[in-house]
């Protein structure tokens, strides 16, 4: 009589990894993106593709499997000459430059990655990206392991609102703050009837955007830049933001607080709301209410919102420490941009280049790059 074998008897094979490079943007990085960490899921198909169409570059996508099952995605936009074999991973400089990895995917994984990107280019421009970003940090430790050239350069330190745990000491929002909120209402009110308003990402993408670009059109960034750094502006970011809002599942992660004085737009917030973390991606108002205060009465409107609707940490970015320390935020993880320069003349070349590179970000103690506009 035969006896059955115990399931565990079985000798068990370790999982089969493999990299595949693909011509474009793959539409794996989507079921990549549903099994990141929850502040990496707006990294998705469309949020690349709108980064090419707006920014441009030659797509490619390096793309890494577990038995089969994708794990970690990579696309990256080569720029450039075409003999440099340079890239970068595309995006938008808000909230961050980051590619999709599954939470569980292994050292092995990201090292058979730098593996098969030391194939296709011979340097990796990243970022920004945050200080302890999960898939940014395990590549960068793979490619150290896999013998690459690592630059990095400091862009500005980010600032972060704990919104439950300044609730939870009974000092956010404070008393006083509410009080000259209010103050700064009644006043703004005599300009006309005021309406708060909050978006959806439909809301954005059928006429919302063209709003909130209509505000940063009569903002500081008009008055005292050439507005390529606006946001929602034509001449600015505009195509990208629209773009990225055709994935629904994107949209669904924007959000936008609108006050308008007698219809008329006069102060907005943009968000990404992932879960319980709100990344604050921009925010300005109309100069001619800005003696009461526009944007501040949004954003702490805005806010309460958020915890209300169980958002607990606000994450504002870079530069304008001012009002993002007097809504209570603090320093946060640094935000470097990297390069990746694989091992032969590359990393040689890198050894040369290394103090020009570091010396073209910002020292710590310097002022920031404006990465929102104030409100």
Not at 60 to 89: H, M, N, S
Not at 252 to 265: C, I, Q, R
Not at 296 to 320: C, I, P, S
Request: charged share 20%.
């Amino acid at each position: 009589m035969t006896k059955p074998m115990l399931l565990s008897e079985f000798t068990r094979l370790p999982p089969a990894m493999r990299a595949a490079a693909f011509d474009g943007l793959s539409a794996l990085i989507d079921v990549v993106a549903e099994a990141a960490g929850e502040r990496h899921r707006f990294l998705r198909y469309q949020w690349f593709a709108a980064a090419i169409a707006a920014y441009g570059g030659r797509a490619r996508t390096l793309i890494v499997e577990r038995d089969g099952y994708p794990v970690i995605a990579l696309p990256l936009a080569g720029f450039g000459p075409e003999a440099a074999r340079l890239a970068a991973i595309p995006g938008c400089y808000w909230p961050f430059r980051g590619f999709p990895a599954c939470a569980d995917a292994s050292d092995e994984a990201f090292d058979i990655l730098v593996d098969r990107l030391g194939q296709e280019v011979n340097g990796l421009r990243v970022g920004p990206s945050y200080d302890g970003d999960p898939a940014v940090g395990r590549l960068i430790a793979a490619a150290r392991r896999r013998g690459w050239m690592v630059l990095d350069r400091f862009v500005a330190d980010s600032y972060l609102l704990d919104m439950a745990a300044a609730q939870s000491q009974g000092s956010w929002p404070r008393a006083s703050t509410l009080k000259k909120n209010r103050f700064h209402e009644k006043h703004l009110a005599e300009h006309g009837a005021l309406d708060w308003r909050f978006l959806s990402g439909g809301d954005l993408a059928a006429g919302g955007f063209d709003q909130l670009a209509a505000i940063e059109q009569k903002s500081w960034i008009a008055a005292r830049t050439d507005g390529s750094d606006a946001k929602f502006t034509r001449k600015g970011h505009g195509a990208f933001w629209r773009q990225a809002a055709a994935d629904p599942v994107i949209a669904e992660m924007m959000s936008a607080a609108l006050l308008t004085v007698d219809g008329a737009p006069a102060a907005f917030s943009f968000d990404l709301d992932l879960g319980s973390f709100k990344y604050a991606i921009a925010n300005s108002y109309d100069p001619a209410f800005a003696k009461h205060s526009p944007g501040r009465l949004l954003y702490y409107r805005n806010l309460v919102r958020a915890l209300e609707k169980g958002m607990t940490q606000v994450d504002w970015g870079a530069g304008d420490s001012g009002y993002k320390s007097a809504i209570g935020a603090e320093p946060g993880p640094a935000i470097r941009d990297w390069l990746l320069l694989r091992p032969g003349t590359p990393s040689m070349l890198g050894h040369v280049l290394k103090g020009m590179w570091r010396r073209s970000g910002q020292a710590p103690d310097q002022p920031t790059k404006r990465a929102h506009a104030d409100g």
